[in-house]
């Protein structure tokens, strides 16, 4: 069983910068890859980055694109989101995921509040 705590969210203004972190927990954390989503009130959940846990590569939706960066620390099972240059279209709850089986991402985390302001 893997156990996924997010931290870092907050209030910021536009232009702005947050560090988000997702910490795992589990006898044997080895996933696939893992992934940072976010979801806005009635709306559906997005897909904003992933990284794939052994080899490092990455990729972003276009609207973060040159903003965001996603890593890993292979020691610390933790899994980071550096979101600079932030908009008010930013504002959203921010779950991590892990892709356990390299088919789908099944575990999440809580979520984190980021608010970006105008």
């Known amino acids: 069983q893997v156990q996924l705590v997010e931290s870092g969210g907050g209030l910021v203004q536009a232009g702005g910068s947050l560090r988000l972190s997702c910490a795992a927990s589990?006898?044997?954390?080895?996933?696939?890859?893992m992934g940072w989503f976010r979801q806005v009130p009635g709306k559906e959940r997005e897909l904003v980055a992933t990284?794939?846990?052994?080899?490092?590569?990455?990729d972003y939706r276009d609207s973060v694109k040159g903003r965001f960066t996603i890593s890993r620390d292979l020691a610390k099972n933790t899994v980071y989101l550096q979101m600079n240059s932030l908009k008010p279209e930013d504002t959203a709850v921010y779950y991590c995921?892990?892709?356990?089986?390299?088919?789908?991402?099944?575990?999440w985390g809580q979520g984190t509040q980021v608010t970006v302001s105008s």
């Open positions: 990284i794939n846990w052994s080899g490092g590569s990455t």
């Open positions: 995921a892990a892709d356990l089986s390299g088919e789908d991402f099944h575990s």
């Open positions: 589990g006898r044997t954390f080895r996933p696939h890859a």
